[in-house]
Nanobody
């Protein structure tokens, strides 16, 4: 069974740091783009950061300079280092990845989501 599993959320004071991890498990042939989204109560789910398989990254303006996305292609994992956290960063953070799977001799690209991990930043 293919799935994405996040870890690393928690409660931190403003100005602190957290590191989120997301691992793709199961019969995954390869992983393409990997992204982190977040959703605060009453808000839509927004893209926070993205990283392509070649390492090219993109960030939302609100986190640029504070968050760093990285990946380990050998482990099919993506990370989000969050520094200088602010109360407005409080949200559930979701991992998203485009996974290349092999079924019946054919290859498919499918988008998977993790279940989310809560990040709470106190003022």
């Amino acid at each position: 069974q293919v799935e994405l599993v996040e870890s690393g959320g928690g409660l931190v004071q403003a100005g602190g740091s957290l590191r989120l991890s997301c691992a793709a498990s199961g019969s995954v042939f390869s992983v393409r783009g990997m992204k982190w989204y977040r959703q605060a109560p009453g808000n839509q789910r927004d893209l926070v950061a993205a990283i392509e398989s070649d390492g090219v990254t993109n960030y939302a303006a609100s986190v640029k300079g504070r968050f760093v996305i990285s990946r380990d292609n050998s482990e099919n994992e993506v990370y989000l280092q969050m520094n200088s956290l602010k109360p407005e960063d409080t949200a559930v953070y979701y991992c998203n990845a485009d996974l290349k799977l092999r079924r019946g001799g054919l290859y498919y690209i499918e988008s998977y989501w993790g279940h989310g991990t809560q990040v709470t930043v106190s003022s």
